[in-house]
């Protein structure tokens, strides 16, 4: 007994950091706004096959109908109730989507709003995606229910209510973030009403949680939200899995408040990781591949197994959130495969694949007057994913998961799963390389000039099929083929114009 509590003390019980994908299965793909239903497809024609482990979804609880803008994904980020009635499906569509995507070994992980209800200038009625009535004016949520009693009104110092500054940890987890009716998560009532909402999803089969804005919640009373979860569905998992929890904690440093706060209750978003890797990738500030090789907590970074990482996310892709004009999206397509490619051959972190809309970017000033635009739609109904015959994805659906590059990383990061970072090499400039113990390697050129060097790549001599401009295919290769000799070593060109300038190989790769 003494045994198992010393194991328990040393934080032996590490499932919430445990993403609880299947086996081999190393990264989830976040579907940004798609329907439950084209989730559920994803899942069985495209994410298990290819290797995917998980899916995170947008909020599933009922929200506010929003008129002016007209539709802005944003609306998803204010709560009228916990019902399962949003513009992704009904909760029939979500018990279907959980069991479709379980059954392939796709696990779903939630985004679950809790720090709040709708913002406090939001009309009283039943604009809300299930019809229900709510009146922010008086803090009355009666499809919850919440009322006045379970909002921080009382417990805010500022004048205006509001959050009005970041360097004071009072404020940011007892006002409101901008605007939004900041829930009493110090009162059990809320903390329990909270729990029973994730307890529905937990016992429907989700494998965890991607908890917004809690760098707007005391760390404590989060945990003891936390400890009301059951423990995960066992039709799909092992009896005593607990679940998945990455806080969503924007941490660049010289804030009140730290992303270690939040690593008691499980993984925390680590932004620091895509802001410096667009830096890099830009070559903005000075900043070189060559000073890649401590990537990392080399550079700062927490914990590699606190860290949930990401290039960009559904805020900072459209100038909301952190990371700035360096984040690299699909709008910058050649440098993002670069730096996704990356993410996903690199050992650090849990990995999560962005997957966007295209939207009517609009410049004015330096902002996108259009960020706030939502999801392609026909009058305010979500269009279904079309699949064209190329795989890709219609309907203004980006599905970068879908791209040949990305999807084959992920697989790269599987076949590498658990083998150390090796044999690294740069040339002082942005031409680097490096390995994945006896199973992958991965060379990029990001100069302006050619790379042409032979190098130790530690994987067995033989001839392996390039990832990145192609894909194995039977007995051959459909892109580039690197040739291994039995010392390990192989020449490797990259044209600096090449489309894509990295070559990635790996054990199931070969030939
Ligand atoms: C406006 C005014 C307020 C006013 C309020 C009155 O700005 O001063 O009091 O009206 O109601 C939308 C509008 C915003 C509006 C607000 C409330 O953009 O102008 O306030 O609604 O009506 C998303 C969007 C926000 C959006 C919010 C709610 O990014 O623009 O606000 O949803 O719809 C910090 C946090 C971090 C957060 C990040 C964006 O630390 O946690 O900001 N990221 C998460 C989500 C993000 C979401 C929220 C948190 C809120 O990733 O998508 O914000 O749930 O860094
Ligand atoms: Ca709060």
């Known amino acids: ?70 539709r802005p994904w944003w609306e998803r980020y204010q709560p009228v109730s916990y019902k399962l009635c949003t513009r992704s499906g ?45 009146n922010p004016g008086n803090r009355d949520f009666p499809a919850v229910p919440y009322s006045g009693w379970d909002f921080n009104d009382g417990k805010c110092k500022t004048a205006s209510g509001e959050i009005e500054s970041y360097n004071d940890p009072y ?48 760390p404590g009373d989060m945990k003891a939200v936390l400890d009301k979860l059951h423990n995960l569905n066992t039709n799909w998992f092992s009896a005593g899995s607990k679940p998945f929890i990455y806080q969503e904690v924007i941490d660049l440093g010289g804030e009140a408040i730290t992303s270690s706060e939040y690593f008691g209750n499980g993984r925390v978003t680590e932004f620091k990781y895509g802001a410096k890797l667009g830096t890099v990738l830009r070559k903005w500030n000075g900043e070189k591949m060559s000073y890649l090789q401590n990537w990392g907590e080399g550079w700062g970074f927490m914990p590699s197994d606190r860290a949930l990482v990401f290039v960009d996310n559904h805020d900072n892709q459209r100038g909301h959130g952190a990371g700035g004009a360096s984040i690299l999206t699909f709008w910058d397509s050649r440098l993002y495969k670069m730096g996704v490619g990356f993410m996903l051959a690199h050992p650090y972190g849990f990995t999560r694949v962005m997957s966007s809309y295209r939207w009517p970017r609009s410049f004015q000033n330096g902002n996108d007057v259009n960020d706030w635009v939502g999801p392609p739609n026909n009058n305010g109904v979500i269009k279904e994913v079309t699949i064209n015959a190329d795989t890709t994805c219609g309907n203004d659906w980006v599905c970068e998961h879908r791209w040949r590059q990305i999807r084959n990383m992920v697989a790269f990061r599987n076949v590498a799963n658990g083998q150390p970072f090796a044999n690294w090499w740069d040339n002082g400039s942005n031409q680097v390389a490096f390995g994945r113990g006896n199973k992958g390697f991965i060379v990029f050129n990001n100069d302006d000039w050619e790379l042409s060097e032979t190098l130790q790549t530690g994987l067995p001599g033989g001839t392996y099929c390039d990832v990145i401009s192609g894909d194995k295919s039977g007995n051959s290769c459909t892109g580039i083929k690197i040739s291994v000799s039995s010392d390990g070593k192989a020449h490797f060109s990259i044209s600096n114009s090449a489309e894509d300038p990295f070559i990635a190989i790996h054990a199931d790769s070969k030939l």
């Open 1 to 70: 007994m003494k045994f198992f509590l010393l194991l328990l003390a040393t934080g032996f019980c590490w499932a919430q950091y445990d993403p609880h994908t299947k086996y081999g299965r190393t990264s989830i793909v976040h579907l940004f706004e798609w329907r439950w239903a084209d989730i559920a497809l994803e899942c069985e024609r495209y994410l298990a096959p290819k290797g995917f482990g998980g899916v995170q979804i947008s909020p599933p609880n009922e929200n506010v109908v929003i008129h002016d803008p007209s």
């Open 90 to 134: 009904n909760e029939e569509e979500f018990k279907d989507m959980v069991t479709r995507c379980n059954n392939v070994g796709v696990h779903i992980y939630v985004d679950a709003v809790i720090n709040h209800m709708s913002g406090s200038g939001v009309a009283a009625g039943t604009s809300s995606t299930c019809g229900s009535y709510f």
């Open 171 to 218: 404020q940011v987890r007892d006002c409101r973030l901008v605007g939004l009716l900041d829930l009493a998560l110090e009162k059990d009532y809320v903390r329990s009403t909270i729990a029973a909402y994730m307890n529905h999803l937990i016992d429907i089969g989700v494998a965890g949680f991607r908890i917004d804005a809690s760098k707007h919640m005391w």
